[in-house]
């Protein structure tokens, strides 16, 4: 019993450390589009890594997706 109350309390915590992960990426991500239309041009240097902070932010995403469905099998 006491081992699975841990699991179920690792589970929770997960989620919500997932949750404020997910959150952030958010607002990076928002931020990423709104600094998008005030480049000065689409060809600028500045695009670049805007698309690698993008595009690193869907993976994050995609690994906590992964590591939440883990998660959820284990329970």
Not at 2 to 26: C, K, P, T, V, W
């Amino acid at each position: 019993m006491d081992q699975e109350a841990a699991s179920a309390g690792n589970s929770a915590e997960f989620r919500r450390l997932s949750h404020d992960i997910r959150n952030q990426l958010s607002n990076i991500t928002l931020s990423l589009e709104q600094l998008k239309y005030e480049l000065p041009g689409p060809h600028s240097e500045a695009a670049f890594y805007i698309e690698t902070i993008s595009q690193s932010c869907r993976q994050i995403n995609e690994l906590l997706k992964q590591a939440d469905s883990r998660s959820n099998e284990s329970v």
